[in-house]
Each structure stands twice: as structure tokens, then as C-alpha cells.
């Protein structure tokens, strides 16, 4: 069973910088371990449907950014510790979102939710203008 704990979040001030980290343990149903799935970083505003935010193959050699956030954000992974993090500078007031973190289908990650099999339960995060 896969498990992933978000962490992170919290109140800033437009400008300013966030880290959210995802802890992520267990095996897929195939019986890999998740270190070797592509992980991803997704959000959703009140009122507004999940979307996409950023996401890293198995290995960190390939990742890819929502337009939105090109630039300002920056996603890692450190598989020895089988975490993820998102490195959030910049922040502006539409960025405020519940973020959630979720293990890819395959090794590869990928740019919608049906690429995603597994699911953290999300970290509040707040920008003030």
C-alpha cells in the first residue's frame, strides 16, 4: 500500500518562498517500490478543479511545469529518502490552493490526474497579496 504525506504549507505573503515536501512509502499494486514511479505536484483552488502543477520522472531526469508556474517553481525528489518537494518562490495570491502530491502510474510522470494512481491528502497553502 502506497502512502504519501504532504508537508509544508502555510500562511505568506505574496513574494515570498514555500518548500512543500512529500513523503511518499510502500509498493504500487505490481510490487515496485514507488521510487521508481514518476511523481507529481498538483493544486486546487476553491471553487476550482485540480490541476496540474509540476511533475519528475522516477529518476529526477526529466521534469515539466505548468505555464503558471514556470520559472517560479521547482520540483525535486531525493529517492534515498523517498521524497518530493516543491520549491514555490514568488508567490502570488492566485497560487493559494490545497497542493497535493501524487506517485505517477508508471515511471514516467505525467501532466493530468489519470496519470496518477495514488494520492497524498494535501497541504493548505495561503498567499496573502
Known amino acids: 500500500q502506497v502512502q504519501l504525506v504532504e508537508s509544508g504549507g502555510g500562511l505568506v505573503q505574496a513574494g515570498d518562498s514555500l518548500r512543500l515536501s512529500c513523503a511518499a512509502s510502500?509498493?504500487?499494486?505490481?510490487?515496485?517500490?514507488?521510487?521508481?514511479?514518476?511523481m507529481g505536484w498538483f493544486r486546487q483552488a476553491p471553487g476550482k478543479e485540480r490541476e496540474f502543477v509540476a511533475t519528475?520522472?522516477?529518476?529526477?531526469?526529466?521534469?515539466s511545469y505548468a505555464d503558471l508556474v514556470k520559472g517560479r517553481f521547482t520540483i525535486s525528489r531525493d529517492r534515498a529518502k523517498n521524497t518530493v518537494d516543491l520549491q514555490m518562490n514568488d508567490l502570488k495570491p492566485e497560487d493559494t490552493a490545497v497542493y497535493y502530491c501524487?506517485?505517477?502510474?508508471?515511471?514516467?510522470?505525467?501532466?493530468?490526474?489519470?496519470?496518477?494512481?495514488?494520492w497524498g491528502q494535501g497541504t493548505q497553502v495561503t498567499v496573502s497579496s
Open positions: 519528475i520522472s522516477w529518476n529526477g531526469g526529466t521534469t
Open positions: 510502500g509498493r504500487s499494486g505490481a510490487g515496485r517500490a514507488i521510487s521508481n514511479n514518476g
Open positions: 501524487a506517485a505517477a502510474l508508471g515511471a514516467q510522470g505525467a501532466s493530468t490526474s489519470r496519470g496518477y494512481k495514488y
